[in-house]
Structure formats: structure tokens, C-alpha cells
């Protein structure tokens, strides 16, 4: 069984803020505790690998998504291959690959109660595939779907399970932290909103950890029992893939970007990017 697990930094437990956890130290952000933040991920991701191949997995593939590089490479775990280097979708899977896992992922852009949302960049307001909204898992999922690849195994914070269990049928899934903000932020610009979903509580990483090791070895297992009816989002052709853009800054406009694929959500998904304005 070959494994392929997304990962990204928002939604690993004790990763706090973007600017000091999820960036490095520059110019732009203070980044103070991003080597901490990438320590924690990779070892969520390790506990994930572990489950994964206690339950079977012959091979694991971690892809690196998230922008800045989430993945420390000296504290993975040997037995994982790591994917990093952006070819378009779906990223670096293919159908050799038996099931796809998200560790450390966010709720997508716009949700309620979630810490971190956002998709892709701070400047997105929504994306859709056929009317369905989603996020940067979905993104990955609606793939993997066309592909004939389940999603079995979500880790990040309640708002991201939430999301997971409404888009995927029969995913496991593993909350780590509760996001506190009570509002969308959909009034919002692009840099008013990277600092707007802040307030979490989280779990201890040590304790998210065990039940990441315990979810991945449930959601292989599960898998091995019952390989078909389960993980797989339904879409038909033909395919429309509408992405809205927030203001980056007070004055800007909002954007709308539209493409359409006869046949293909993987086609839809790398069509060429042209956002236009429009009013909201
Ligand atoms: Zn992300």
C-alpha cells in the first residue's frame, strides 16, 4: 500500500500565529518560532507515517505544501520519501499511489471558528469546482477523486474536520486545536485577514501526536477492509472551477477568475489564470 500525505503548517497543534510560526525570519515576518513550527509538523507527519505503516503501508510519500517549506527533512522519519517542487496538479501524486492522508492542514477561506483559514494565499474569499466550495484540501481531493484515489485521513483543527467530513465521505479525521473567531472576515483585505482567525486552543502536541499515530493506523486499516465506497468526492463532467479574490489593500478591487474543462477537474484545476474585477 503507497501512501501519499499532503502536509502543511496551520493546522499542526502549538503552530500559534503565521507571522512568527509559519514564516521564516526575513524582512516581512519575525518568524521566531518557524523552526519550531516545522520541528512540530514533521513530527505529526512521523506520527501519521508510523500509523501508516503499522497498518500495512509498504511505502509513504510526503509532499511538502506548504509555502515556505513545512517539512524538516533531519527529523523525518526514514521510511518516508519527500516530495517537494511545485509541477501543477495534483501535485505530485499519480495512480500508483492506494490512498491520500492531509497532516497539519487549515479550514479553507471564510470559515467560522477556524484558525488560520485560508486558501492558497490571505487574498482568497471562496473557490468553487461545480457550485461546491472548497479549500486546499479540497483541492487535492477532488483530484485524487478523478484519479480513483481515496482520501482516508485529515489531521488539523475542528473547523478543517468539519470541512473534511462534509466533502469526504467516510474520512478520518483528527482535530488538534479549536478556533476562536466568530466571524468570516469576508469584509476584510488581504493582509487584515492573515491576522484576523489568530485565537485557538490547542491541543498538546505530544497528545495530538498519539492520536495522529492512532487515526492513520485506523484510517489504513480501514481502507485494507473496505477498499471501495468510501473517500471519494462525486463530480460530473462538464467541470467550472470559480476562484473570488479579496482587496489586497483598501482602494483595490475584488476579482473573479473563471475556467471551464469538458471532461477533467485535473484539466479545470490547471487552466490558465486570468481574474478579472468585479463587485461582490
Ligand atoms: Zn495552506
Not at 103 to 117: D, E, F, S
Not at 188 to 194: A, R
Not at 226 to 238: C, F
Request: aromatic residues 8%; charged residues 20%.
Amino acid at each position: 500500500m503507497k501512501i501519499f500525505i499532503e502536509t502543511d503548517m496551520e493546522g499542526v497543534a502549538g503552530v500559534l500565529d503565521h507571522d512568527n510560526w509559519c514564516q521564516p525570519a526575513g524582512e516581512q515576518y519575525p518568524g521566531r518560532y518557524y523552526d519550531l513550527g516545522r520541528e512540530f509538523l514533521t513530527r505529526e507527519v512521523n506520527a501519521a507515517v508510523s500509523g501508516f505503516y503499522e497498518a500495512g503501508a509498504t511505502e509513504v510519500v510526503v509532499s511538502d505544501g506548504h509555502g515556505a517549506g513545512g517539512i524538516n527533512p533531519a527529523v523525518l522519519d526514514a521510511r518516508a520519501w519527500l516530495a517537494r517542487g511545485w509541477g501543477g496538479w495534483p501535485s505530485e501524486l499519480d495512480e500508483s499511489f492506494d490512498a491520500v492522508a492531509w497532516i497539519g492542514q487549515h479550514a479553507k477561506a471564510g470559515t467560522l471558528y477556524a484558525h488560520l483559514a485560508h486558501t492558497q494565499w490571505f487574498n482568497y474569499l471562496d473557490q468553487s469546482i461545480n457550485g461546491i466550495s472548497i479549500g486546499e484540501l479540497g483541492e487535492l481531493a477532488v483530484c485524487a477523486s478523478e484519479l480513483g484515489i481515496p482520501s482516508i485521513l485529515a489531521t488539523g483543527d475542528e473547523a478543517l474536520v468539519r470541512e473534511a467530513r462534509a466533502l469526504i465521505p467516510g474520512i478520518i479525521t483528527v482535530a488538534v486545536k479549536r478556533g476562536m473567531t466568530r466571524d468570516d472576515g469576508s469584509a476584510l483585505t488581504t493582509d487584515e485577514y492573515m491576522h484576523h482567525n489568530l485565537g485557538a486552543i490547542h491541543r498538546h502536541p505530544e497528545v495530538a501526536r498519539q492520536l495522529i499515530n492512532k487515526a492513520a493506523y485506523e484510517a489504513l486499516s480501514k481502507l485494507r477492509a473496505q477498499s471501495k465506497g468510501w473517500g471519494i468526492i462525486q463530480l460530473r463532467a462538464p467541470y467550472e472551477h470559480i476562484t473570488r479574490l479579496r482587496p489586497d489593500k483598501p482602494g483595490d478591487s475584488y476579482r473573479i477568475d473563471k475556467a471551464q474543462h469538458p471532461t477533467s477537474v485535473i484539466g479545470v484545476m490547471n487552466a490558465p489564470w486570468h481574474p478579472e474585477p468585479y463587485q461582490p
